[in-house]
């Protein structure tokens, strides 16, 4: 359906006189222009979400503190209520084949931040396939540490471990393999 409205110069949906309306868009731009914000995205600030509930804390991991002082949003989630056994990392049997379907209805504090988080039955089934043992970190500080090395658009210069070619890469200092450059690599693989 055709919106069937025909209003020019609005601005937020409400309708000005043509000279109004362009007095206005020129102060907005001016503004705009001097606090640097013409051309720009919207500010993180005015995102519905909370940073550290977003991707942009794995890509680009900030403090609560460093959040706040750029005006991003910061959300703590309140723990709910649970009326079941509560495990202490140190409580949770190191081998998998000493857990036993109880697990399932319990919550397990992570060791590192000591939020609380649960065993699912298909997780657990998986551990068991795998003679994995069950983690004792949450899962969302599980992610962030699989994804601590990577630097996404954090580029840096480093050697070619063979060569020693200078080639940009994208990852943190922390990562501990041998990097090669593509010719190096190419004939290690190939």
Known sequence: ???SCK???CILNKQYSEKDYWNLVDSIKTKMFQDGEY????SLSFSPFAYNGSMAQISFPLTE?????KGLNWVESPFPEFQGKVLKAQEVPKN????S???LDCVI???KTGKPFRITKTELEFYRQHNLPIPIICPAERLLQRFSW???LNFEETFCHKCKTKIPVNYRGNFKENIYCESCYLSEVV
């Open 96 to 99: 998998i084949k000493d857990v």
């Open 39 to 42: 051309g720009e995205f919207f």
């Open 7 to 9: 209003k020019q110069f």
């Open 150 to 152: 990577i630097g996404f």
């Open 1 to 3: 359906m055709r919106n």
């Open 109 to 111: 504090l992570c060791e």
């Open 65 to 69: 503190k460093e959040a706040k002082e």
């Open 101 to 103: 379907n109880e697990i």
